[in-house]
């Protein structure tokens, strides 16, 4: 039954995304609207997470970024809806790189690469990062077999439907890599010969695979996959940022983290993601995600204490 009614919304999103994008905008604003005055969608989550994240911020910037929240929010959904149909051309319009040049000289030095990246533009179109594939250079880094991690949702139809538009968008750039689970990325990276580009959205609230950091003025446990993969087989690590210009526009940045993740400090890597990805939310604070319960999970004693030592912040 589960499969049947996957396939039946999937093909009805196909549908919905023949229309054109100033429509879905449209239809954005009025959800919007309606998530945030009339159903209160998440509010006290929303708001509270802003507020211990920026203390210093006035109620009446809080409310502002929190409006903007609910209508970036909603654009992020019509954007993925959208992206079903839309040709490779317009989504590289929508989605651009600043510095690709820094991630096709690291390709080139190295057989494996480490791209980390947070919730902010639209994270749904980071296949357009590869670019149309007649405008490749020979050296770009999209030539490369590109796999991006995912972690499933726990609802099946949930999980075929985001896979679905996930695997259509990736795949109209023609690119030799997939989507996989971030469980099976440690598996391809140890086995796989070929050059290779390994993607972790990388600032879910983890259950294992963890440590603990000081991020947005809060404790918070931050995921150690992408970390532990890096380390182990000394790969470069790459933080990507997702600036969203203005509705309808994002641009892409690289950083690099390090080129030899085995030979930095135990858990550099993480920190120094979570440092890069707060400088970002800061200088634009309603492009993350902030409905979702970043902060659910308890530290363990361990954890205090590790943070104790991090940061000399005591209970």
Avoid at 24 to 34: E, G, K, M, Q, V
Avoid at 156 to 177: L, P, T, W
Wanted: charged content about 25%.
């Amino acid at each position: 039954m589960a499969k049947m009614v996957s396939y039946l919304l999937w093909w009805l999103l196909v549908l919905l995304s023949l229309l054109p994008l100033r429509l879905f905008y449209f239809l954005s604003d009025i959800f919007a609207f309606l998530l945030r005055r009339v159903f209160k969608y998440r509010t006290s989550t929303i708001c509270t997470n802003m507020a211990r994240s920026f203390p210093q911020m006035k109620y009446g910037e809080l409310s502002k970024t929190v409006k903007e929240y609910y209508t970036y929010m909603c654009d992020i959904f019509m954007e993925s809806i959208w992206a079903i149909s839309a040709s490779p051309k317009a989504l590289c319009r929508m989605v651009t790189v600043k510095n690709p040049q820094l991630l096709d000289d690291i390709c080139a030095r190295h057989n494996k690469v480490i791209v980390m990246l947070g919730h902010r533009g639209n994270w749904e179109l980071i296949g357009a990062f590869c670019g149309e594939k007649q405008n490749r250079r020979p050296d770009s880094f999209a030539n490369n077999r590109i796999m991006l991690g995912y972690k499933k949702a726990n609802s099946a139809v949930s999980n075929f439907i985001f896979e679905k538009i996930r695997m259509h968008e990736y795949s109209k750039f023609e690119n030799k890599g997939h989507i996989v689970s971030s469980k099976s990325i440690l598996r391809d990276a140890v086995r796989e010969k070929e050059k290779s580009i390994y993607v972790f959205i990388a600032d879910q609230s983890p259950t294992v695979v963890r440590t603990v950091a000081r991020f947005l003025n809060q404790k918070t446990l931050m995921f150690t996959g992408a970390e532990d993969l890096a380390v182990r087989l000394n790969l470069p690590v790459v933080y990507l940022d997702m600036e969203r210009l203005k509705r309808g526009r994002y641009e892409m940045t690289f950083t690099l983290i390090t080129e030899a993740a085995g030979e930095e400090p135990a858990r550099f890597v993480t920190r120094e993601y979570a440092r890069l990805l707060e400088k970002d939310i800061a200088s634009n604070p309603y492009n993350w995600l902030w409905s979702h319960k970043r902060w659910k999970r308890d530290l363990t004693p361990e954890e205090e204490q590790e943070y104790a030592a991090l940061t000399g912040v005591h209970n």
